[in-house]
């Protein structure tokens, strides 16, 4: 079981620093950057391990921890033993409780694998494809895939060597990442070198050269796990008498949680006193992120100089033996980060020649989207005219029918003897009058004229014919007599 535990610690102290290290953008100064202390010292328990299948892990060992018997059997158990996958009968005498808790464990794991993979499916477009769960489910080594139902030896096994395996990569990954972050800087140095003149560029370099030479300038720093290291933890920590260290009193007074074992977590926070030697989170020149990977370094140095069995734990016993070798009472010098530069001249030129591309690359991305925008910019102008023309077209197909209102109502004829009347020269000809000039037109109408006039006095009525002589009518303003028949002259 101690194996199991270790390895569910040491995904939990890796995830946790990466995921703090991936979190400080690289723009900002890291050297002003102070670490929450539980950050520094213990990462929350809830953090997560980084592995894909971390919730599965996590549930199976805390179910394996509550049954005693397998609890004792995987105690007395050799590692290699477990690698080797021997616990095969000792899984058979769990209880029916746990077992059967294991069992649901794994149908929900594989339920939600199923789950994965239908979803990665719809993704790539293949709804209307037949999904293979058994074949697709291959892919996942840290359950047996052919037994869907029940939790047996081959599956505690398969999580055994799926998390192992992936803790390996997990190391591996951090150093890369680490390495991939000192580039960056050193990178961010020279291109900030690059816009200022030479006399800045001087300072600049004065400064850096500055820098460096403060944050070397530090007191010495013990070989971690050495008995010198241990025994400043016991006087400046404990507050103990150094004549009077005693590493099994000291094991018993840092192993935190009592279980017998240094996870990787109680070892790391031995080494929190070496590291205030050398950074100072006030300081310009220490760097907060290189300090973690200082502590990282330190406890991986211990743990493949004292555990043993390699099960990412210390026991009580290992440390005891660790305490009587040559490398703890006389050892080495610790060579500090400054001291061993995480990356070679050839894997800095490996690095700006690959940012290069890749800004050359989003450089291109960003020209085909803006020549995508200004197209979509001219087609969205272009749907802006077809819709200004439609609405015209529209407006006046609306107005057809009232046109044609207009033009079938005849004026009344009551509203023409209102209209003034038109005068002569503004009246249509005659029939063959038209374009003839105004002299010849007058010589031909002169006769007709007079013609017309005789026709129109033989029409006149007799009271309006002219009277015989004598007769003619008195003067309009003289009064008129009424006509007496009977009077006689």
């Not at 015989?468 to 303003?477: F, L, R, T, W």
Request: hydrophobic residues 30%; contains cysteine; proline residues 6%.
């Amino acid at each position: 079981m101690s194996y199991l535990k270790g390895l569910l610690t040491s995904c939990l102290v890796l995830a946790s620093v990466m995921s703090w290290a991936k979190a400080v953008p690289i723009s900002i100064d890291k050297t002003k950057v102070k670490l929450p202390e539980e950050t520094v010292k213990e990462p929350p328990q809830s953090v997560d391990t980084g592995l894909h299948y971390d919730r599965y892990l996590r549930e199976v060992i805390d179910f394996l921890e509550k049954d005693q018997h397998f609890r004792e059997k995987l105690h007395n158990t050799d590692m290699e033993d477990i690698k080797q996958g021997k616990l095969a009968k000792e899984l058979d005498f769990v209880s029916h409780h746990v077992r059967t808790k294991l069992d649901e464990l794994k149908r929900q794991e594989v339920s939600r694998l199923r789950t994965l993979i239908k979803a990665k499916q719809d993704i790539e477009g293949g709804n209307d494809i037949a999904v293979d769960h058994q074949a697709l489910l291959k892919q996942f080594e840290h359950l047996n895939h052919m037994n869907p139902h029940t939790f047996e030896v081959e599956d505690l096994d398969r999580l055994i060597k799926s998390a192992t395996k992936d803790l390996e990569n997990y190391d591996k990954e951090r150093h890369e990442e680490f390495k991939r972050y000192e580039m960056m800087k050193e990178h961010e140095r020279r291109e900030h070198l690059k816009t200022l003149d030479e006399e800045g560029r001087r300072k600049e370099e004065e400064h850096y050269e500055e820098m460096k030479k403060k944050h070397a300038d530090h007191p010495k720093v013990n070989h971690p796990g050495s008995k010198d290291q241990l025994k400043e933890v016991w006087e400046e920590a404990d507050g103990l008498d150094p004549e009077d260290f005693d590493p099994k009193t000291f094991f018993n007074l840092h192993d935190a949680n009592g279980d017998g074992f240094f996870d990787e977590q109680e070892l790391e926070a031995l080494f929190t006193k070496e590291l205030e030697k050398i950074y100072d989170p006030t300081n310009e020149e220490d760097d907060m992120v290189e300090m973690e990977e200082e502590r990282l370094r330190m406890r991986e140095h211990v743990m493949n100089e004292v555990d043993s069995n390699k099960d990412r734990l210390v026991s009580l016993d290992e440390f005891l033996v660790a305490t009587k070798k040559k490398e703890f009472l006389e050892p080495d010098s610790w060579e500090t980060l400054e001291q061993n530069q995480a990356y070679t001249d050839e894997e800095m030129r490996e690095f700006e020649e690959q940012l290069a591309r890749q800004e050359e690359d989003l450089n291109l991305k960003a020209a085909d989207l803006q020549k995508q925008r200004e197209d979509l910019e001219r087609q969205q102008e272009q749907l802006n005219a077809q819709k200004v023309e439609l609405q015209q077209v529209t407006e006046l197909i609306c107005l057809i029918p009232l046109f044609k209102t207009m033009e079938g109502n005849a004026v009344p004829e009551s509203l023409g003897h209102d209209q003034p009347p038109v005068p002569p020269e503004h009246q249509p000809l005659p029939p063959g009058h038209q374009d003839i000039p105004l002299e010849q037109q007058q010589q031909h109408d002169a006769p007709q004229n007079q013609q017309d006039l005789g026709q129109e006095h033989q029409n006149i009525p007799q009271e309006n014919q002219p009277l015989p002589p004598g007769h003619n009518s008195p003067p309009h303003d003289s009064p008129q007599m009424p006509l007496d028949h009977n009077y006689v002259p």
